[in-house]
């Protein structure tokens, strides 16, 4: 097994496309992935998502970020 070590942790390879310039322009899609896939942010219930406390805060700030950084639109 010859895996690189990050902070003396194994880990995999990036899944990042090694000739795309990720500085650039583009459309970007975002994936969180929580501990053991928890429902950290909350839970679907009959087809709507209801976002616990913390899904509430991470909603709001996801809103703000256009606020805060340059070249961001939501789509």
Request: net charge positive; aromatic share 14%.
């Amino acid at each position: 097994m010859n895996e690189e070590k990050f902070k003396g942790k194994y880990r995999i390879a990036s899944a990042r496309l090694q000739s795309w310039d990720y500085g650039s322009n583009g459309m970007y899609f975002i994936t969180i992935c929580t501990g053991d896939r928890r429902h950290f942010f909350g839970e679907v219930v009959r087809g709507k998502m209801i976002l616990s406390h913390v899904g509430i805060i991470a909603d709001v700030l996801w809103y703000e970020i256009k606020n805060h950084a340059k070249n961001i639109e939501r789509a």
